[in-house]
């Protein structure tokens, strides 16, 4: 079964540093990667997909993610954060050969303080 | 503008009750989606629809119902058999193939017990 592990529930930075969330998905088959982000009461936007080609990958907000095959991750980074980074981002992956819903990771809370 | 739209934004359950949850998408997509969040628990799959008058149940689908008469609409039951109902609960979309597209979201329904 396809499944995917966030490594960190909570990562607090300062402003202006640089931030890595991490995530490691387990799956037999190809998949299609995305990283979405939640503010508060809101619902979940996408940040940016991998689906093939190259392996890094560029999104909105300034983020970006590297898809690593061989160790099976899709960790997502920021060179900068600001104080509007603060929220949860979620991991998620879809089996290529089946249309089905996407399988979520159980979040990490970003905190960013100045 | 395209999207999703869940009302009513908060809702408040009595128990015995039934409430029904309203998901209305204006995207054309064929496919859509029930997730429930929990605090630490990511999203977890309740029922999902690839086409009209089709639904298939997801991971946690007991105590909850659907229907599908229109492309547009996704409306969510949550019965008196669901006892632990207190969540927030996100509805979503999916258009082409499904496969390689991002699930697009609305901004969700809280539901708390009176």
């Known amino acids: 079964a396809q499944s995917v592990t966030q490594l960190d529930s909570q990562v607090p930075v300062f402003e202006e540093a640089p931030v890595e969330l991490r995530c490691n998905y387990s799956?037999?088959?190809?998949?299609?990667l995305f990283w979405y982000v939640q503010y508060p009461n809101q619902g979940l936007q996408l940040l940016l997909k991998?689906?093939?080609?190259?392996?890094l990958v560029k999104g909105i907000n300034g983020f970006e993610a590297e898809f690593n095959k061989s160790q099976t991750s899709f960790h997502l980074r920021k060179p900068s954060v600001h104080i509007s980074d603060t929220a949860e981002y979620f991991c998620?992956?879809?089996?290529?050969?089946?249309?089905?819903?996407?399988?979520f990771g159980k979040g990490t809370t970003l905190s960013v303080s100045s | 503008d395209g999207g999703i739209t869940q009302s009513p934004k908060y809702l408040f359950r009595k128990e015995g009750q039934n409430v029904t949850l309203s998901c209305e998408q204006n995207?054309?997509?064929?496919?859509m989606y029930w997730y429930r969040q929990d605090p630490g628990q990511g999203l977890r799959l309740i029922y999902y629809?690839?086409?009209?008058?089709?639904?298939q149940k997801g991971d946690i689908a007991e105590g909850y119902s659907v229907s599908r008469e229109k492309k547009e609409s996704f409306p969510l039951t949550v019965t008196s058999a669901q006892k632990n109902p207190t969540a927030f609960y996100l509805c979503?979309?999916?258009?082409?193939?499904?496969?390689?597209?991002?699930?697009?979201f609305g901004d969700g329904t809280r539901l708390s017990i009176l």
């Open positions: 629809s690839q086409i009209v008058n089709d639904f």
């Open positions: 991998y689906l093939s080609g190259s392996t």
């Open positions: 995207l054309n997509h064929d496919a």
């Open positions: 998620a992956v879809s089996l290529v050969q089946a249309g089905t819903a996407l399988i």
């Open positions: 979503a979309s999916r258009g082409g193939q499904g496969r390689n597209q991002p699930q697009h």
């Open positions: 799956s037999s088959v190809s998949v299609y």
